[in-house]
């Protein structure tokens, strides 16, 4: 850790992991990424009570959708923590850095609340 980075630990849920180590900044870019695949039965799930509401709100925008098939191969500009197995993962990343990940769509009640304290862990400025 660098004298100006600090540890993001999002490790209080069994579904929500990861550790980093970065200075926030209000300039940096922060995308949530979605990691999906075809036939995904919790990936349409997603796209169908989640998916047209996201950008419209305070994490949609704090956090704009960036969506990669996890079969894709081309993801040079984004640093994983570690591999991908799950669809669908959602990945907060902080200038193509991974802060923090949700593995699993847990319903849209608990979805809301699990993303919104990855975002504030990931000491990110919110959106307006």
Same mark, same amino acid.
């Given at each position: =850790?660098?004298t100006?980075?600090?540890?993001?630990?999002?490790?209080?849920?069994?579904r929500?992991?990861?550790?980093? #180590?970065?200075?926030?900044?209000?300039g940096?870019?922060?995308?949530?990424?979605m990691?999906?695949?075809a036939g995904c039965?919790w #990936?349409a799930?997603?796209?169908e009570?989640?998916?047209?509401?996201?950008p419209?709100?305070?994490?949609?925008?704090t956090a704009?959708?960036?969506r990669?098939?996890?079969?894709?191969t081309?993801t040079d500009?984004?640093?994983f923590?570690?591999?991908l197995n799950?669809?669908p993962?959602?990945?907060?990343m902080?200038d193509?850095?991974?802060?923090?990940r949700?593995?699993?769509y847990?319903?849209?009640?608990?979805?809301?609340?699990l993303?919104?304290e =990855?975002i504030?862990?990931s000491?990110?400025?919110w959106?307006?």
């Amino acid at each position: =850790m660098n004298t100006k980075g600090q540890f993001i630990n999002v490790a209080q849920s069994s579904r929500t992991h990861s550790m980093f #180590c970065f200075s926030p900044d209000s300039g940096a870019e922060t995308r949530l990424i979605m990691v999906e695949e075809a036939g995904c039965v919790w #990936c349409a799930r997603w796209n169908e009570q989640i998916g047209p509401i996201y950008p419209k709100t305070p994490e949609g925008r704090t956090a704009p959708l960036r969506r990669i098939d996890i079969h894709a191969t081309q993801t040079d500009d984004l640093n994983f923590t570690s591999s991908l197995n799950f669809t669908p993962t959602f990945i907060l990343m902080v200038d193509g850095l991974e802060v923090s990940r949700l593995e699993g769509y847990p319903g849209e009640d608990f979805f809301w609340g699990l993303l919104a304290e =990855m975002i504030s862990n990931s000491k990110v400025s919110w959106a307006k």
